[in-house]
């Protein structure tokens, strides 16, 4: 590893910690997927096997970022109707007003079916992740049923023509929901709320990588230090 992507590492931590400083005692507590996600799980851990924290119950956004908890000790829930105190996770792509775009690494639907129920969702991500406009960068990933799915990529695809099913090696990509994932190319100019509506009424759509009007706040690992972004 070269000695900038080292720092950025470092950034990241830092941007996890930041966010982790805002979790009390006795909260639950939404726990993000992701490279950078991790830290923040690992950071939680540490504060409750040193006493810094109690009372700390978490609910994961996927079965790796389940797996971490437990391993570093934090005690795991399923997602019920009760909130979230808090969800800190991380962003494929942050746009000015901290809309984001998620689901890159495939947990999508699960980090917003447990996010939606938070009082807060901070996020923590490195500066390559802020764009401009949502699409700047990266695909939006729209997570399709598996029954008929190559009539649902059709039927996006009327309206959202660039774009492919996720594949590992030759096979198509499955969720932890059993779903595969189709990542879109967005257009330059588009109204998101809009969009959001036309690809959720698309027979065979789950759900989509669009995070609208839902992130607190953001700590963005930047070259010259940790910035707080506030919605």
Known sequence: MSDQAQNLEAL???????????VQSGQRVGLGTGSTAKYAIEELGRKLRDGEL?????????????????????PVEDLDPRPLDIAIDGADEIA??????????GALLREKLTEVQARRLIIIADHTKIVSRLGEKAPLPIEIAQFGFLSTVERLREFLPGGRLR????????????????????PADFAPAELERRIK?????????????????????APDGVQELVR
């Open 12 to 22: 990241k931590k830092e941007a996890a910690l930041k966010a982790v400083a805002l």
């Open 54 to 74: 109690s009372g700390i119950v978490g609910v994961a956004t996927s079965n790796a970022s389940a797996d971490l908890a437990r391993e570093v000790g934090i």
């Open 167 to 186: 594949m590992t090696g030759a096979s198509n990509y499955v969720t932890d929901n059993g779903n595969f994932i189709y990542d879109a190319q967005l």
């Open 201 to 221: 009424g698309t027979l065979g759509v789950v759900d989509t990588g669009l995070f609208l009007c839902m992130a607190e706040r953001a700590f963005v690992a």
């Open 96 to 105: 000015p007003n901290l809309d984001l775009i998620k689901g890159l690494g």
